[in-house]
Every structure is written in C-alpha cells, then in structure tokens.
C-alpha cells in the first residue's frame, strides 16, 4: 500500500532550523498535492504548507508564511519542509499527506520540539 514516510524532525532551540523529509512510495507521487499538517498537544491538526503536483504553486498557514519553505522533488518522490526561525509555538507532531481525489494519504508524523 502507499507509504508516506517522514524524517527530520527533533529537538531544536528557538532561532534554529530543521528541514523535515517525506519519501512516498506506491504511487503517483507526480500527481498528488503534497501538504504538510501539524498537531500540537491539545489542538486540532492544522494545514501548514501545501505544494500543487508541478511544484509551481504553494500555499502556507499565516503564522509560517516567510518561516517555511514547502519544495518537492518529483525524481525522488520527496517533499521537504524548510523550517527556520524556528519558534515554542512550532512544537508540534508534524504530518505529510499526499491527496488526489478521491485518495488521501497520511504518514505517522515526525515530532518537532522547540525549547531552549
């Protein structure tokens, strides 16, 4: 079955950076949108970033917008996360998805903590 699989995540200090990765495999990955989720303790899972199938369009949550950089690489059927200024309210599970109707995939998340 389709897999999503992410990395990159960890323990960082405010300021700091992280690049979060996600490998998808048995599928089209040329086809699907790909969009970055987060889900902090307690909150509903939020939209971060997503990226249209050509990689010409993306889209960010307000409070990332200059922060985060959403790209992907088609060859590799990859999408990164470019993640800088890094800040607590960051902390969060971060989650890839890959969706093209009627499909919607997710992977089981990477954990981003930001604390000094």
């Known amino acids: 079955q389709v897999q999503l699989v992410e990395s990159g995540g960890g323990l960082v200090q405010p300021g700091g950076s992280l690049r979060l990765s996600c490998a998808a495999s048995?599928?089209?990955?040329?086809?699907?949108?790909m969009s970055w989720y987060r889900q902090a303790p307690g909150k509903e899972r939020e939209l971060v970033a997503r990226?249209?199938?050509?990689?010409?369009?993306?889209d960010y949550e307000d409070s990332v917008k200059g922060r985060f950089t959403i790209s992907r690489d088609n060859a590799k059927n990859t999408v990164y996360l470019q993640m800088n200024s890094l800040k607590a309210e960051d902390t969060a599970m971060y989650y890839c998805?890959?969706?093209?109707?009627?499909?919607?995939?997710w992977g089981q998340g990477t954990r981003v903590t930001v604390s000094s």
């Open positions: 998805n890959a969706w093209r109707t009627p499909h919607n995939y």
């Open positions: 048995r599928l089209t990955f040329s086809n699907y949108v």
């Open positions: 990226i249209s199938a050509s990689g010409d369009n993306t």
